[in-house]
Nanobody, 122 residues
Framework: QLQASEGGSVQAGDSLRLSCADS????????MAWFRQAPGKEREFVAGINWSGTTTNYADSVKGRFTIPRDRAKSIVYLQMNSLRPEDTARYLC?????????????????WGQGTQVTVSS
């Protein structure tokens, strides 16, 4: 099971780190990603990382502000969010890919966490 940490309510400009842990420790060879979904909007890709942690991908909206490190030994993936904006407000979900890459295609992810709410106020 993918278990995400608590999100939170922060001010614009603040930082927040989410973590996603796999209790079964089975994701070490899988690509991982974070998606987010705001009310009334489609789920969108935020950031992805390949199995080894050597390749990352980011949505244009978060490039330069978010990073997605992973600790393979602990089966944990993080989402470090800096310079948060009100438009980052959403429910954030972590996901494991069928493959070893961390691409942006939602269809390649078949193992999802329950999500956690992040609210950014101006």
């Amino acid at each position: 099971q993918l278990q995400a940490s608590e999100g939170g309510s922060v001010q614009a400009g603040d930082s927040l780190r989410l973590s996603c842990a796999d209790s079964r420790r089975t994701i070490s060879n899988n690509g991982m990603a974070w998606f987010r979904q705001a009310p009334g909007k489609e789920r969108e890709f935020v950031a992805g990382i390949n199995w080894s942690g050597t390749t990352t991908n980011y949505a244009d909206s978060v490039k330069g502000r978010f990073t997605i490190p992973r600790d393979r030994a602990k089966s944990i993936v993080y989402l470090q969010m800096n310079s948060l904006r009100p438009e980052d407000t959403a429910r954030y979900l972590c996901a494991a890919s069928r493959s070893s890459s961390g691409g942006s295609s939602r269809g390649t992810y078949n193992y999802w966490g329950q999500g956690t709410q992040v609210t950014v106020s101006s």
